[in-house]
């Protein structure tokens, strides 16, 4: 069925890939900790307003604000490792390689009761599939000759999207929890600012201050934080409908939009493999949407 969870999990690819690569961008200019605490105040701020001008009703039970909370510290913290990995090495590897999480929220999901039909397995390993052929080939030798993909740089990105993967495969499944709870934007608004808390406190007890913010960075850090929030709170309304874990592989997808982005704009090379790699994702989100 053509819009269920994957349809929203392929919403959350476009804003995710995007945000990613303009956070490269900010990354560098002004760093990751003040790019990710940007992310984090402009994401809590839209939703507040937003809460205000739909007049969202606000459980107040504490019994589950935990697992808000564990849902905010493993975005932040998982934000801020990749936001590292992309800002220091490729764009091609740091991306598909963390896009893995799916892999692992599913993995979950099948241990705590969900049951997908042959044609979900088929089309999840398809998607995953494509995720990992676009990673296959970017630390190969014939790239060495470029700053980012010098061997210390590639191990380093490998490391840092690998950790985050994970991270956000237990943030993903704490979320899916919440959301039951207490709704995708009241569990979406808490994790936000549960994350300014942890990324403020990472920062006071590193003792960085935030410097001056040059004009021109302003407007990227603006969009990283609307992207971001608006590709989690799509992830979060389709992890609330049935067959959930489809939001969670399609979103994957951003891998995709990443790697076009990075060749296009930053050029970065891609070889063949990644493109099969892409067209694999791609064929496996089309799959899910409709037989989903």
Known sequence: MIGGAAFFGAGTAVLWGVSDVVAR????????????????VVGSIALVAYA?????????NPDGYWLIALTGVGM???????????????????????SSYPAIAVAFSVALGARPDLIHW???IATMAGVWLVAYSVGNKRNRHLPDYERANVRRTLILSSVSAVIFAVAILSA???????????TLL???LSGIVIIGGVMLARREAIGAIPPRTWPLLLIVGTLDTFGHALLYLGLALP???FAVVASAAYTGVTTIIARLFLREPVAPI????????IGGIAALNWFG
């Open 76 to 98: 932040a913290v998982g934000t801020l490792l990749i936001f590292l990995a992309l800002t220091r090495g490729p764009v091609s590897l740091a991306s598909p390689t963390a």
């Open 274 to 281: 990644q493109w099969l790699g892409i067209a694999a994702i």
């Open 176 to 186: 899916d929890f919440a959301i039951d709870r207490y709704g995708w934007l009241q």
């Open 243 to 245: 067959n959930g874990e």
């Open 122 to 124: 088929l089309a999840m």
């Open 190 to 192: 808490g994790s936000r």
């Open 25 to 40: 961008l900010s990354g560098r200019s002004v760093g990751v900790l003040v790019t990710t605490l940007s992310l984090m």
């Open 52 to 60: 205000f001008g739909s007049s969202a009703v606000i459980d107040w």
